[in-house]
């Protein structure tokens, strides 16, 4: 989330080499690299980003198996990508996560 100030809840911190996400929305399904990411969403590249306030499914390939989440598109940059905010988590989900982001290099 992003506060009415300009700043993030959550850091963001750059992605591991090769690190992917599998999205899908209602009429698409794709695999595609993440950029940055941290705890509240992420920068997945892709070519054709779908529109600003698409909610997507996300399944975030970590390495002990793959996170699921829902998110909402909150920006896009056509050719280049798009800032995903995460809506929703499971618990499980959400604590894997959260240690497979603490021991990324800050």
């Not at 009415?4 to 911190?13: D, E, K």
């Amino acid at each position: 989330m992003i506060t009415s100030t300009g700043t993030r809840r959550y850091a963001r911190m750059k992605s591991p080499e090769g690190l992917g996400v599998a999205w899908q929305t209602t009429t698409q399904k794709l695999v595609s690299r993440v950029e940055t990411l941290g705890l509240g969403g992420l920068f997945i590249r892709t070519q054709e980003p779908p529109m600003t306030g698409t909610i997507i499914r996300l399944l975030i390939d970590i390495p002990g198996g793959g996170v699921r989440a829902r998110a909402i598109v909150r920006n896009i940059r056509p050719g280049e990508g798009m800032g995903v905010g995460i809506v929703y988590m499971g618990r499980e989900d959400r604590a894997r996560f959260s240690s497979f982001l603490s021991q990324l290099p800050s």
